[in-house]
Nanobody
Framework: QVQLVESGGGLVQPGGSLRLSCASSGRIFTIDAMGWYRQAPGKQRELVAAITNGDSTNYADSVKGRFTISRDNTKNTLYLQMTSLKPEDTAVYYC????????????????WGQGTQVTVSL
């Protein structure tokens, strides 16, 4: 089992920045890929960004150039640096992990965090 705990969400004004963190524990040696998803009210969950153990990254078109996914293996922590935030970025953000990158890309990850709320508003 792998446990994931997100933090760093909050209220931010448009144009502002936030950094989300996802601390992992448990059988993390089994993990080959991690990702950030988000789900806004009334909308389907969508992949925001993903990263593999080889540091290959993948971003949704809507966040390219504004968000950066990274990981610190010494701290077993995944990050999502979000800049130039827009109201449409408002959502609950979830961290996910799996031993198969394909499952991360298709939203079928085995492990999920509880989510952290990001609200972009004046």
């Amino acid at each position: 089992q792998v446990q994931l705990v997100e933090s760093g969400g909050g209220l931010v004004q448009p144009g502002g920045s936030l950094r989300l963190s996802c601390a992992s524990s448990g059988r993390i040696f089994t993990i080959d890929a991690m990702g950030w998803y988000r789900q806004a009210p009334g909308k389907q969950r969508e992949l925001v960004a993903a990263i593999t153990n080889g540091d290959s990254t993948n971003y949704a078109d809507s966040v390219k150039g504004r968000f950066t996914i990274s990981r610190d293996n010494t701290k077993n922590t995944l990050y999502l640096q979000m800049t130039s935030l827009k109201p449409e970025d408002t959502a609950v953000y979830y961290c996910a992990a799996d031993d198969a990158p394909r499952r991360i890309l298709y939203g079928l990850a085995r492990y999920w965090g509880q989510g952290t709320q990001v609200t972009v508003s004046l």
